[in-house]
């Protein structure tokens, strides 16, 4: 397995960088181009100006729809390589203690985990208005004023710039979610890129067509299930940050 994952990810890495390299087609466009510029015979018309900028411009729209489709193949490699990463097992929620620590089978989770042994209960992400727990609710779980709130723009889940936050693009750290069964259902987060991120629409998580995906209504995101954020009566997914 080991072995395996290796040759893949040595894959994706010589195909990205071969995404910073333009193509042939896109070379030899560009060499003509400047070709006729640079040639002082050819009487520069507006009309061979404009001619020159429709070339510019439709080899500039080849080269962004070839990068956008290698990107897309690579993601969907990466993809597959993430879910050959054992999964990580639920923390133990201790609901006894007022601060609602939680405590982390030491082991349990790998390097892209939450780091130390402690995590916090931060709510439930499900669009229940009612719920107490309900990050919907902005007099629970939800109150923009709590300091653990997900929706605090200020508070450590909440800023965009902090690491550990649902709405930073570039977070490393995002809350964990995870079913009432214990299944690991990815991180809440906004960064298109971590395999493990629901934003990432070619991850485990992501993918509307993964059935471990809250984006899959057929999967993890039916609407009818007690653990789908989509379900207004539901209890949603428990959201657990590294404390």
Not at 33 to 51: F, G, H, Y
Request: glycine fraction near 8%; hydrophobic fraction near 30%; include cysteine.
């Amino acid at each position: 397995m080991k072995k395996v994952t290796v040759l893949v990810l040595s894959f994706c890495v010589s195909g990205c960088a071969s995404l910073h390299q333009p193509s042939p087609l896109y070379r030899q466009t560009q060499a003509f181009i400047r070709e006729l510029e640079e040639d002082t015979s050819i009487t520069k018309t507006p009309e061979m100006q404009l001619l020159l900028l429709q070339m510019q411009q439709n080899a500039d729209a080849y080269e962004r729809a070839r990068l956008q489709g290698e990107y897309r193949k690579t993601m969907m490699i990466l993809g597959a390589v993430q879910a050959m990463r054992p999964t990580p097992q639920p923390p133990v929620r201790l609901r006894t203690l007022p601060t609602l620590a939680l405590r982390y089978n030491a082991g349990a989770y790998d390097s892209n985990s939450m780091t130390g042994d402690t995590a916090k209960y931060l709510g439930n992400w499900s669009s229940n208005e009612y719920a107490l727990d309900s990050i919907n609710n902005p007099y629970g779980a939800g109150n923009p004023y709590n300091p653990d709130s997900i929706t605090n723009e200020f508070g450590k889940y909440g800023n965009p710039f902090s690491p550990y936050s649902v709405t930073n693009p570039y977070a490393t750290q995002a809350p964990m979610l995870f079913d009432s069964q214990g299944n690991y259902r990815g991180r809440l987060s906004s960064n298109t890129f971590d395999p493990d991120s629901i934003s990432n629409p070619f991850g485990r998580f992501g993918n509307p067509l993964s059935t471990d995906s809250i984006n899959n209504p057929f999967g993890a995101g039916n609407p009818f299930s007690p653990d789908s954020p989509s379900n207004p009566f539901g209890l949603g997914l428990e959201i657990y940050g590294d404390d």
